[in-house]
């Protein structure tokens, strides 16, 4: 069982439309939590970052939320476009400097269609 | 772009062959990273290195041999791997190990051994 689920496993959804993507985990001692996007053909890119005291952080039309409590994070897409298809990747570091620990999930696949 | 290139970005192999990975970062960045992405597994971290000192081996098979000659370059040098170590290979660097500095990743090479 991985310690950062994340779901759904794939999205298809109409250009323009929203969508929310969820990241459950399990892992402690928390550190931070990012959502990245990797397009396909290329290596992650970092969307958000967000620390214990964070609940929301946004970028552009990408808004992530963090609740700590519950250990879960989503990440909305608003009005989403065709260049938005691609995985979308949750990632928790554990522990603090040189005993930091990146737990990876296994991503989301979106596919936004014209 | 990130700052990080990766050559070549396809290559496929023999069983039996010798072949090496290059990466380079343009970042000024002090830690380097080689991650390993297979099909519907987590991103796998491979090694870690901080100021070209080798700080991190995750039980990586030594078919599989890191070299970081300099803080900018990191190379993956492959002999006599196996058709289960075909995936993507990518290569991140931040400016340090500590702390929450993003990764920021290459386009990856996609390895094929047959």
């Known amino acids: 069982k991985n310690q950062v689920e994340q779901s759904p496993q794939s999205l298809i959804i109409l250009e323009g439309k929203n969508c929310t993507l969820q990241?459950?985990?399990?892992?402690?001692?928390?550190?931070?939590l990012r959502w990245y996007k990797q397009d396909t053909g290329r290596g992650p890119v970092s969307l958000t970052i967000?620390?214990?005291s964070e609940n929301t952080k946004s970028n552009g039309r990408y808004t992530a939320t963090l609740d700590a409590d519950t250990k879960q994070s989503s990440l909305h897409i608003t009005a989403s476009q065709l260049s938005d298809s691609a995985s979308y990747i949750c990632?928790?570091?554990?522990?603090?400097?040189?005993?930091?620990?990146?737990?990876w999930g296994l991503g989301t696949s979106l596919a936004v269609n014209p | 772009e990130t700052g990080v290139t990766q050559t070549p970005r396809h290559l496929v192999m023999g069983m039996t062959n010798k072949k090496s990975l290059k990466c380079e970062q343009h970042l000024g960045h002090n830690a380097m990273y080689w991650y390993k992405q297979s099909a519907k597994k987590p991103l796998e971290l491979m090694f870690v290195?901080?100021?070209?000192?080798?700080?991190e081996n995750n039980s990586v098979p030594s078919r599989f041999s890191p070299e970081c000659p300099n803080s900018s370059h990191l190379f993956l040098h492959l002999h006599t791997l196996q058709p289960e170590d075909s995936a993507l290979y990518l290569c991140?660097?931040?400016?340090?190990?500590?702390?929450?500095?993003?990764?920021?990743f290459g386009p990856g090479t996609r390895l094929t051994v047959l």
């Open positions: 290195y901080n100021f070209k000192e080798q700080t």
């Open positions: 990241c459950n985990y399990t892992v402690s001692p928390f550190s931070n």
């Open positions: 990632v928790v570091t554990i522990g603090a400097g040189n005993n930091r620990k990146l737990i």
């Open positions: 967000m620390t214990f």
């Open positions: 991140a660097s931040s400016l340090r190990t500590s702390g929450n500095n993003e990764q920021f």
